[in-house]
């Protein structure tokens, strides 16, 4: 009677994900102007400026800002979307980057060398018939905007916000079908200078100030998904969670309840971006807490009646909690929020917990909560590859967990959950976000440059660039296979 779904969908969008700092370079090229990304140096400051302890408004010197280079994809596009093309891609998922088009944040007129390039990086892309999929923010804002304005603490960066969304969805309609607002919109609360230009001062209400910049987020994207189905009603547009299921660590009712607050922490952010209202776990949350958001007249009919198309999101890790302090004493890292030790589960080389029945989890919650269509926008492995003298990379390793998690989508697929594209993060090795390492790696293909920057940039087909290849040819039929 019913019958099994036994393949992944006919367009399945497989491919890969980037974001422009950690691939673009040339980061004052052409008029673009500094980013809150370009001023995140590797070593011990990195984090501490990420969570807007530490002002970084511009480069200093004896720092190193591996962004500035990257992987120099703004020269070499061409070059690299061959690459993808080789590798069967339908997708590919850039950011833009808003200073390239807007130095500033508040200039009243966009930079058209900015606007070209993107329009010649998605021509490259459609003329192999890949999809450009864009995140309109992936972790910056103009550094103007941070030290003048505050960033999204302000109120006034829903407005400059719009101005630069607007000017993308005119300029790009023709050739852009699948937009994003903001990447991991929940990082905000963990790293609020990458998550939204926030530096604290001393004296400030750190919680009101990251709910109240939350909400502008809020509902500056939810005036985007407006502008979008106005000026491209053929697109889709989505948000973007970094999600990961969690585990209470024992069967003690508190645990789960932690779990569920853990949770809350995020889903609260997408809820208001997929159901269009703030739930009232949060505003139970706000009461408790003295958070008092100040909400204009007319917002929430904004985020009632601009409501998301899909839910994109991060899968890396599962995550696992515990009611019991001395048990959360024993900690591994994780993409930003990391994780009780979970003793079922092996970790990667950064402590990352591995977990590929975790993905069909986060699946079939995330589609159970919102019933809307899911984009697995990130996910992958961070190892150290080692370059043989045969110009290969036998990254098994990197193999298997993908082969593990596909595995696991297949079968969230045959759970029913709609889900309409994977990309893998960073098909092509770039910088890292958490450190700022080039070690660590996640590509298909090997890019030639250290942690210190140095390196010829050259590019170099790993093992899993043919696997990976192999399984796009086949729109992953082998894991459907009795
Ligand atoms: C996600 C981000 O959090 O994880 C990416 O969207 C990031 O920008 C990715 O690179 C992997 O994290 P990391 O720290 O290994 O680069």
């Not at 491919?15 to 995140?40: F, H, P, R, S």
């Not at 547009?237 to 024992?250: H, T, V």
């Not at 949350?285 to 007249?297: D, T």
Request: glycine share 8%; net charge negative.
């Amino acid at each position: 009677m019913f019958q099994k779904i036994n393949r992944f969908p006919d367009n399945f969008l497989w491919g890969g994900a980037t974001a422009a700092n950690q691939i673009e370079g040339a980061y004052i090229a052409d008029g673009k102007g500094l980013t809150t990304v370009d001023l995140l140096p590797t070593g011990p400051k990195r984090n501490e400026i990420a969570m807007g302890k530490l002002d970084s408004y511009k480069p200093k010197e004896g720092e190193f800002y591996p962004s500035h280079q990257a992987i120099d994809f703004y020269h070499r596009y061409k070059e690299d979307i061959v690459l993808f093309a080789e590798m069967g891609f339908k997708c590919f998922r850039l950011s833009i980057s808003w200073a390239r088009i807007f130095p500033n944040g508040n200039d009243l007129e966009p930079n058209e060398a900015g606007l070209q390039f993107y329009d010649d990086v998605f021509d490259e892309l459609l003329k192999y018939n890949i999809e450009p999929v864009v995140t309109i923010c992936h972790f910056d804002v103009p550094v103007n905007l941070v030290k003048n304005y505050g960033g999204w603490k302000n109120r006034k960066m829903v407005d400059f916000f719009e101005r630069y969304t607007k000017i993308l969805f005119n300029r790009y309609n023709k050739k852009v079908k699948y937009w994003m607002t903001f990447n991991e919109i929940n990082m905000l609360l963990h790293l609020p200078y990458i998550g939204a230009g926030i530096v604290f001062e001393e004296e400030e209400n750190k919680e009101q100030l990251l709910y109240q910049a939350a909400h502008h987020e809020l509902v500056a994207s939810a005036l985007a998904v407006k502008a979008c189905h106005e000026i491209i009603p053929d697109a889709m547009i989505g948000c973007m969670l970094a999600a990961g299921c969690a585990y209470p660590y024992s069967s003690n009712p508190d645990d789960t309840w932690k779990v569920m607050e853990m949770e809350r922490e995020s889903y609260f952010l997408i809820d208001v971006q997929s159901k269009g209202e703030y739930p009232g776990y949060a505003k139970r949350f706000f009461r408790e807490n003295g958070i008092e958001l100040q909400i204009e007249a007319g917002d929430l009919d904004i985020l009632k009646q601009h409501t998301v198309d899909y839910i994109g999101f991060s899968y890396y890790a599962s995550r696992c909690t515990s009611a019991d302090p001395e048990i959360l004493k024993n900690f591994t890292d994780g993409n930003i929020f990391g994780s009780v030790v979970n003793p079922y589960l092996e970790t990667s080389e950064w402590g990352w917990t591995i977990d590929p029945k975790g993905m069909r989890i986060t699946c079939n919650q995330l589609y159970d909560r919102y019933e809307k269509p899911l984009f697995i926008v990130e996910n992958g492995l961070g190892a150290q590859d080692i370059l043989l003298e045969n110009d290969t990379v036998e990254d098994d390793y990197r193999i298997d967990y993908l082969d593990r998690h596909f595995a696991e989508i297949a079968e969230a697929i045959q759970d029913g959950v709609d889900i309409i594209g994977y990309t893998s993060w960073g098909p092509i090795d770039l910088v890292s976000n958490g450190t700022g390492q080039m070690k660590k790696r996640y590509g298909y293909i090997y890019v030639d440059r250290n942690n210190d920057g140095s390196g010829t940039l050259r590019r170099i087909k790993k093992k899993s660039f043919y696997w990976y290849k192999n399984i796009i040819a086949n729109n992953g039929n082998q894991y459907f296979q009795e």
